[in-house]
């Protein structure tokens, strides 16, 4: 069965840090390029940060760049998003998801999601 499970979500305050992790059952877990997708209340779905499979490939939304990084470890089959320098604009569930490559990622083609991890930020 596959699943991806974030965690490292909360309420935090204006200008904290969280570290949001994504564990995946994906076999061949580093053949995928990995994402993480926010969506707040009223908002459309947004992809903030991409990884290959290899990991020496990323991008970043403009909204997010320079403050969030994303990473993966293949051989614990899990990716991560360091988000420092939060703004209350940045709450949001925050999902993880699994796609062929950087390409299909990017045009929403999706294989698996994760369920999301709520990210609440107070000013």
């Known amino acids: 069965q596959v699943y991806l499970i974030e965690s490292g979500g909360g309420l935090v305050q204006s200008g904290d840090s969280l570290r949001l992790s994504c564990s995946a059952s994906?076999?061949?877990?580093?053949?995928?390029?990995m994402g993480w997708f926010r969506q707040a209340p009223g908002k459309e779905r947004e992809l903030i940060a991409a990884?290959?499979?290899?990991?020496?490939?990323?991008n970043y939304a403009d909204s997010v760049k320079g403050r969030f990084t994303i990473s993966r470890d293949n051989a614990k089959s899990t990716v991560f998003l360091q988000v420092n320098s939060l703004k209350p604009e940045d709450t949001a569930v925050y999902r993880c998801?699994?796609?062929?490559?950087?390409?299909?990622?990017?045009?929403?083609?999706?294989?698996?999601w994760g369920r999301g991890t709520q990210v609440t930020v107070s000013s």
């Open positions: 990884i290959s499979g290899g990991g020496n490939s990323t």
């Open positions: 994906i076999r061949r877990f580093g053949h995928y390029a």
């Open positions: 998801a699994a796609s062929p490559n950087l390409v299909t990622l990017q045009a929403g083609r999706i294989n698996y």
